[in-house]
């Protein structure tokens, strides 16, 4: 069970010092428990009566993918999707692979429509991983040495499946203009939600997922984690040497999204209609207490 971080007596955060007891969780501060099911107060060391109305707040929750879900709603609505388990974790068949952390300050619809925006591969990930992740690499002779080129095309689901979007993807590579298959990446992403994505990938060695997550930390700055999950045979250096690649390329995305702003009505060609698509699909996510931010415009420099 999933409950608020601060005690609702007097705000003590109750995962720095708590203590569990059976299915309670007591507070450090005045020894406050509260049952994790309910969020009901069970005990008050130093009070005669506990009042009914002492509780705290339970989040819907589930573990999924060896990994804990909370469910989120400005309305305070019960989730409206569940999400399915992957059968090759439960099997053994993916094992985990380590993670990767990128922190973003940039608007949470940005990271996921960035799947459905098939046009900047070709500009932001076309040069090779060798030359980094800095936006400024394009002319370097390192990132000349491999290029990669990216066929993507991205869909909405309907009906019972309308709060997921798919992407698939395959990225061909060359090494100084010479065809590489042996290197080829099938991908088949499922966004799930506003924040969650299931990237299935196929390498010449094998199969695995990336189960991306993103959480918001604060306004306009998003903690995006991917768990990498791959077959156990396939040899460590080898999907580390897949994971530095993958992260490189996130690292340019990163670099763009945190320096951007995000335009409600962008200048776009017809060949941008996977964007407007994309946001009609996301726009299903907002409600009318979804937290909204307003910028003054300065019309001079006085500040």
Request: charged content about 20%; proline content about 5%.
């Amino acid at each position: 069970s999933i409950v608020d971080a601060y005690c609702p007596h007097l705000g003590a955060n109750l995962g720095v010092g708590g203590r569990v007891h059976g299915n309670c969780i007591e507070c450090p501060f005045h020894g406050w428990q509260f049952d994790g099911e309910t969020g009901q107060c069970v005990k008050i060391p130093y009070a005669e009566k506990i009042p009914a109305f002492a509780k705290t707040k339970v989040w819907p929750s589930t573990e999924c993918h060896e990994l804990i879900y909370v469910w989120y709603d400005a309305e305070g609505r019960d989730p409206k999707y569940e999400l399915d388990e992957i059968e090759e974790l439960k099997t053994g068949q993916w094992t985990y692979r380590g993670r990767l952390v990128h922190y973003i300050a940039a608007h949470i619809e940005e990271i996921s429509e960035n799947g459905a925006d098939v046009a900047h591969l070709s500009a932001l990930h076309q040069p090779g991983v060798t030359g980094g992740g800095n936006v400024n690499f394009a002319e370097t002779w390192l990132s000349k040495l491999i290029k990669h080129t990216w066929t993507a095309k991205w869909e909405s689901k309907t009906e019972s499946l309308s709060h997921m979007g798919h992407m698939s993807l395959h990225m061909t590579n060359t090494i100084l203009g010479i065809p590489v298959p042996l290197l080829d990446v099938f991908v088949e992403s499922d966004q799930i939600g506003p924040s969650i994505v299931q990237l299935r990938f196929k390498i010449f060695l094998g199969t695995g997922v990336w189960v991306q997550t993103v959480v918001p930390e604060e306004p306009l700055y998003q903690r995006m984690t991917n768990y990498v999950f791959a077959d156990w045979w396939i040899p460590t250096f080898a999907i580390t040497a897949f994971h530095k690649a993958m992260g490189i390329q996130i690292d340019r995305d990163v670099n763009v999204w945190s320096n951007k702003t995000y335009l409600s009505k962008p200048l776009l060609v017809k060949e941008d209609r996977l964007i407007l698509e994309h946001r009609r699909w996301y726009s299903q996510f907002y409600s009318e207490s979804s937290q909204k931010f307003s910028f003054t415009k300065e019309k001079d420099l006085t500040w």
